[in-house]
Every structure is written in structure tokens, then in C-alpha cells.
């Protein structure tokens, strides 16, 4: 069984326990699929970052899971033909997710660190990063 975490985010018109049963129902479904739900965290009402179905905010929760691939369609085919999701997401896990806030990441600040790049060759010789060309010579140059 693989790890994995799905993010819905809900109709904000919705209330606590209609909000409770859809989390449940998400929960159902991987359990009846075989799989094992390791968490759930409810990130609460969130303004979106662009309007969905004219809706500028969303409730979010965050659902951590072990199953295997076919929970993962029948999911999706749910969350497709739901009309009190917003949107979804599933991803593979790479661990315990902090839920977004003001706190601070326990290995400090973590915004802007991509993948770092080592230079012993892990490219091979001579490797660059590419970036915008720049014309060189000519006239006008």
C-alpha cells in the first residue's frame, strides 16, 4: 500500500456537520476500498486565490491515506460528480503535512528552496543551468 493525501476544499456555505459528513464519506470510501486513514485535519475556511462557481472562499481538510491504486478512481470519480467540492487534489505522501498558518516551519523558513543543485557532476561535466538566450555580436549588439 502506497501513502497519499488528498486536499478537498468545500462549498464555504456549507455547515460544520455537512461539512463532517462529507469528510466521513471521503473517509468511507477509502476504507471500503481496503485502504487505512491516518489522519485528518479540517484547515477550516480559506479565501481562495481565484473565484471558483463565484465563491471566493473554500473550506478546506487535508486526508492522509494508505491504499492501493483503484481507491484512488473511485475517488476521484466521487469528488467529479459531487457539487459541494470545489476542487481536489491527491497527491503521494511524503510525510505529516503542517497545516497552512502563520507558524513556523520546523526547519525554518522553507519558502523559495527548490531542489538544490550540487556542483561535484551530478549533471555531468561542463552541465549549466539554461536561461533566456542572449544575443551576442553583431551590429546592434
Do not use: C
Amino acid at each position: 500500500m502506497r501513502e497519499y493525501e488528498t486536499v478537498i476544499v468545500l462549498d464555504p456555505a456549507l455547515d460544520d456537520t455537512r461539512v463532517n459528513q462529507e469528510i466521513d464519506t471521503v473517509q468511507s470510501v477509502i476504507t471500503q476500498g481496503g485502504g487505512e486513514v491516518l489522519e485528518v485535519q479540517r484547515w477550516g475556511r480559506r479565501r481562495l486565490a481565484y473565484e471558483i462557481r463565484k465563491k471566493r472562499e473554500g473550506i478546506y481538510s487535508l486526508i492522509r491515506f494508505k491504499s492501493e491504486g483503484g481507491v484512488l478512481d473511485d475517488l476521484k470519480r466521487r469528488f467529479l460528480i459531487n457539487e459541494l467540492l470545489l476542487r481536489h487534489l491527491t497527491v503521494l505522501s511524503e510525510g505529516p503535512m503542517a497545516p497552512p498558518s502563520g507558524e513556523e516551519h520546523p526547519h525554518g523558513d522553507r519558502r523559495g528552496d527548490g531542489p538544490r543543485r550540487r556542483d561535484d557532476g551530478e549533471h555531468g561535466e561542463g552541465w549549466r543551468p539554461r536561461g533566456p538566450r542572449r544575443y551576442e555580436g553583431g551590429e546592434n549588439g
